[in-house]
């Protein structure tokens, strides 16, 4: 008698309702285990990883939502490894697709990629391969699906599995809308023999996953969601003005080792930082869409060896450039939405290592991306009502952005919330905002409860010229006004104060604040261009116990206020 099989829980999208159902599928498990070890030479999968090789190994359709680095390759590279089965993975990344055919040529799988750099002789080839059972996995980007040699190919050969990578493309009001992912559906439905098809995104909110699958005609898929925190990256948000940013940055690549990528928004400013660098004695290039290919594969080639160690960058790389190491990704502005940062900030830390994100931003960086969007988001589209839901959508998204940039709480609870995961804590402790909260000697969980309600108190004017001061966090009685005797450092720590709240944007504990008076040399010192700010260093070698008593003083005077979260702002109106 034959033992019971083993079977697998999963859930199912009923394209019916949009709602998910639980159920079972038969358990692979040990196959793939072994078979995982035998080519890749890991000893385990990634969360989410065995869940969907499962469904492909059980004929099911498949929607993955997964971080940036958690391995989505894996998926479905692996079932594409049964003896006679033959995979076309469907992406818009040609980077990624050049990278991954190379990896797997160097394990012994028999891959190949179709772009504009093959001959006809070439792809008749690869053709040919794929005919006699020779090819494991075709690559190839959207717009090849409807060229008429490959209608030809598909027509005439067995696919068993269709991988659609990037796919949250095929949303029309998407940050990252390809109208040829509109078409992926029709060709599916076009071929002979309908294959498995698995969809994979590292950006779509959970609203936007029934919509993904009805416009690829999935079948009843398996849902596999494994969360977007990446909780080895640490998170920030500075308010810089360009000028500030210049030597933020120069700072930055000086104390931060390994390797980076600093996003720009234009060409122009690629090639001038990458030139601000070089001559700074910084190993880096500039990459964007117009370079040739030869140059472009130089620059990425020598990018995953280690060298330039820093790439400046527009969005055309990084999406599809498989390194595990990248230890920072700067961002010199910010992006248009959450979704497009969300893969920037992403490409950090890979490997699971610690890493960092910041993103550099000021009011009008956003003044600036309004302007390009309204008129222009949605311009493609010849319905005159679809082109203003478009631009309204890429507005919203912006928005988002911002909020992000602007938000006192943990930076990564905002944009958890915004791809709509649930979170049981309110604070990271990995992030700008949690840090700078727990400076204060305070419960960032605390702060967060109380910030709000704190937010610009600092008391009113009175006749006398002083202010009176209301404790921070309460709404009790005014305090008296406190005497105010001038101290010869009070000079520094008000200038101090006032040059660090117009360089930041905002304020600073009392720990950080003496900290940089005395001329501490904390990363976060460095890393926030405090050592430039008049004040700073100036009372090296005093007290701390005196320069917590002028503070106070100070506060008490109203000549500085506490803002939200406790910190030290100046009293100027």
């Known amino acids: 008698m034959k033992g019971k099989r083993s079977m697998m829980d999963v859930d199912y999208l009923d394209m019916r309702t949009g709602q998910v159902r639980r159920g079972e599928l038969r358990d692979y498990s040990k196959a793939a285990l072994a078979q995982l070890d035998k080519v890749y030479g890991y000893g385990s999968f990634r969360p989410g990883q065995l869940e969907a090789v499962n469904a492909i190994l059980n004929r099911h359709d498949l929607i993955a939502v997964m971080p940036t680095g958690s391995g989505k390759s894996v998926c479905y590279q692996l079932p594409a490894l049964r003896e006679g089965s033959f995979t076309i993975v469907v992406s818009p990344l040609r980077a990624l697709m050049r990278d991954q055919v190379q990896a797997l040529q160097a394990r012994g799988v028999p891959a190949a990629l179709i772009d504009s750099g093959v001959t006809p002789k070439q792809r008749q080839s690869i053709y040919d391969m794929a005919h006699g059972g020779g090819l494991r996995i075709l690559y190839v980007a959207p717009e090849r699906l409807w060229t008429d040699d490959f209608l030809f190919f598909a027509q005439s050969t067995r696919i068993d599995l269709m991988a659609v990578d990037e796919a949250h493309c095929v949303l029309q009001w998407g940050n990252d809308f390809r109208s040829s992912y509109l078409h992926i559906g029709?060709?599916?439905?076009?071929?002979?023999?309908?294959?498995?098809?698995?969809?994979?995104?590292?950006?779509?909110?959970r609203g936007q996953v029934p919509e993904i699958a009805e416009k690829l005609g999935l079948d009843q898929p398996v849902r596999i969601g494994t969360g977007f925190d990446r909780p080895n990256i640490r998170f920030d948000a500075l308010k810089l003005k360009p000028s500030a940013r210049k030597r933020f940055i120069l700072d930055w690549t000086d104390g931060h080792e390994g390797s980076g990528i600093i996003y720009c928004n234009t060409i122009k400013d690629c090639d001038s930082?990458?030139?601000?660098?070089?001559?700074?004695?910084?190993?880096?290039?500039?990459?964007?869409?117009?370079?040739?290919?030869?140059?472009?594969a130089r620059i990425q080639d020598g990018f995953l060896a280690g060298s330039p160690r820093v790439i400046c960058a527009t969005t055309a790389f990084g999406m599809g450039v498989d390194k595990p190491d990248v230890r920072?990704?700067?961002?010199?502005?910010?992006?248009?939405?959450?979704?497009?940062?969300?893969?920037?900030?992403g490409r950090a830390g890979r490997d699971g290592q610690p890493a960092r994100s910041v993103v550099l931003w000021t009011d009008s960086d956003f003044i600036n991306w309004r302007y390009?969007?309204?008129?222009?988001?949605?311009?493609?589209?010849?319905?005159p009502e679809?082109?203003?839901?478009?631009?309204?959508?890429?507005?919203?998204?912006?928005?988002?952005?911002?909020?992000y940039c602007?938000?006192?709480?943990?930076?990564r609870r905002v944009l958890l919330d915004y791809f709509g995961e649930d979170q049981d804590r309110e604070y990271c402790d990995n992030c700008g905002n949690c840090t700078y909260a727990a400076d204060c000697d305070v419960d960032p969980h605390e702060l967060r409860r109380k910030g709000r309600s704190t937010r610009r108190r600092g008391g009113t004017k009175t006749g006398t010229g002083r202010k009176t001061v209301r404790k921070s966090g309460t709404d009790g009685p005014e305090e008296e006004p406190q005497p105010y005797e001038p101290h010869p450092e009070d000079e520094a720590i008000v200038s101090f104060v006032a040059g660090r709240q117009k360089l930041i944007?905002?304020?600073?504990?009392?720990?950080?604040?003496?900290?940089?008076?005395?001329g501490g040399t904390g990363e976060d010192v460095g890393d926030?261009?405090?050592?430039?700010?008049?004040?700073?260093?100036?009372?090296?070698?005093?007290?701390?116990?005196?320069?917590k008593d002028r503070i106070a003083a100070l506060v008490g005077a109203g000549i500085l206020k506490r803002g939200v979260y406790h910190t030290l702002i100046s009293g100027k109106e």
């Open 372 to 383: 390009r969007l309204q008129g222009h988001a949605g311009s493609a589209l010849e319905d």
């Open 505 to 518: 944007g905002r304020g600073f504990g009392d720990r950080k604040t003496i900290r940089s008076l005395l």
């Open 528 to 547: 926030q261009g405090l050592d430039q700010v008049d004040g700073y260093g100036e009372l090296a070698g005093m007290d701390e116990q005196r320069i």
């Open 328 to 345: 920072w990704v700067v961002n010199n502005g910010p992006c248009e939405s959450l979704e497009a940062f969300y893969q920037e900030a």
């Open 186 to 205: 029709e060709f599916i439905a076009g071929l002979p023999s309908r294959p498995v098809v698995a969809a994979f995104t590292a950006t779509a909110t």
């Open 273 to 296: 930082w990458a030139e601000r660098l070089v001559k700074h004695g910084v190993d880096a290039a500039a990459f964007y869409a117009p370079l040739t290919d030869k140059d472009k």
């Open 406 to 411: 602007e938000a006192d709480e943990c930076l």
């Open 386 to 403: 679809l082109r203003e839901r478009a631009e309204r959508a890429a507005l919203g998204r912006l928005d988002a952005m911002q909020q």
